[in-house]
């Protein structure tokens, strides 16, 4: 009987681990090939077999020296400093609402709670057109501050995650530091933030990551700008039908490059990222 049920959980692990390693090799496959294409040496855009016969960094040296019609470094840079002010406000905005609606208690908070989360239902593309023509209004349609103010001015709604994490705070502490004569504003910027490393990195990773990879606003706001695209409209514009033959290698080492960042700032802060989604801050 046992040696019968031990044979069974045997087969059942088998059958996941091939399930998994199955599913594995489906998501990796594009990324691989997407990687062996932006070092082929063979300039087609289309070839009959998947590992190149030829190798080579050109792709990698035209992406940043080759700009006089698709000038990738610009855009790396607009993404990049887009990604960073709209990153800053936006951390701020949602951990800021997250400890005001977790700790203080005041008149309609409740329905004010609610309404964030009806709002936070609808796909931010339904109000594209207006914000477009309220943008225009300002005179900011083709700029970058334009897509700052975009990603940043709605993230307060977000708040959901942050306040769940602040909630798990001990109230103790605030208790205590007002005994002490700390203000509001003191024990959210001294004591409440410096131990809840999780969620500010969380935030922070969530808070960059979409105007890092953000298509639809930005082609809606920039139009025809080049010189203002981010990276995402750079990388469309490679495949366009008058681009992809000379371009098509050069998008995929950009996607690859473009991939690197986040990449790189996901693994460093993995740890944190993780606790800031599942954990708390202080049990107690």
Same mark, same amino acid.
């Given at each position: ?5 031990k ?14 390693s ?8 594009p990324l691989?090939?997407?990687i062996?294409?932006s ?5 087609q ?15 990698? &040296?035209r #992406?940043?020296?080759d700009?006089s %019609? *698709? ?5 790396f840079?607009? /993404?990049?400093?887009? @990604? ?14 997250s ?11 409740k329905k004010?709670?609610n ?10 593309f339904?109000?594209?057109?207006a914000?477009?023509?309220?943008i225009?209004a ?5 700029n ?9 001015a709605g993230?307060g709604?977000?708040?959901?995650i ?9 109230r ?8 002490d004569?700390?203000?509001?504003n003191?024990?959210?910027?001294? &004591?409440? #933030?410096?131990?809840?490393k999780? %969620? *500010?990195v969380y935030?922070?990773?969530?808070s960059? /990551?979409g105007p890092? @990879? ?15 695209y ?23 080492a ?19 990222y ?11």
């Open positions: 009987m046992i040696k019968s049920y044979l069974r959980r045997n087969l059942t692990n088998a059958l996941i681990y091939v399930i998994l199955v599913l594995c090799i489906i998501w990796v496959l691989a090939w997407l062996m294409t070092f082929r040496g063979e300039t855009v289309y070839i009959p077999y998947i590992i190149p016969k030829t190798w080579t960094f050109d792709n990698y &040296i #992406l940043f020296t700009t %019609i *698709v000038n990738y470094p610009r855009w840079l607009n /993404t990049f400093v887009v @990604a960073c002010f709209s990153c800053v406000i936006s951390t701020v905005s949602v951990l800021m609402v400890y005001t609606f977790s700790r203080l208690r005041f008149k309609s908070r004010i709670i309404i964030g989360f009806i709002l936070g239902m609808f796909p931010g339904l109000t594209m057109v914000i477009y023509y309220l225009k300002m005179g900011l349609s083709q970058l501050i334009a897509l700052i103010l975009i990603y940043s993230a709604l977000g708040f959901a942050s306040k769940g994490f602040f909630d798990t705070v001990p103790a502490l605030d208790e205590a530091a007002t005994i004569g700390a203000t509001r003191q024990i959210f910027w001294k &004591i409440i #933030l410096p131990m809840s999780p %969620i *500010v935030t922070i990773l969530t960059f /990551t890092w @990879a953000d298509f639809i606003m930005a082609r809606i706001i920039m139009g025809d700008a080049k010189d203002q981010t990276i995402a409209l750079g990388l469309w514009t490679m495949v366009q039908k008058e681009y992809i033959d000379d371009y098509f290698l050069m998008f995929c950009g996607a690859v490059v473009v991939a690197i960042p986040i990449t790189a700032l996901f693994l460093k802060m993995q740890k944190y993780v606790e800031g989604v599942t954990g708390g801050a202080v049990k107690g």
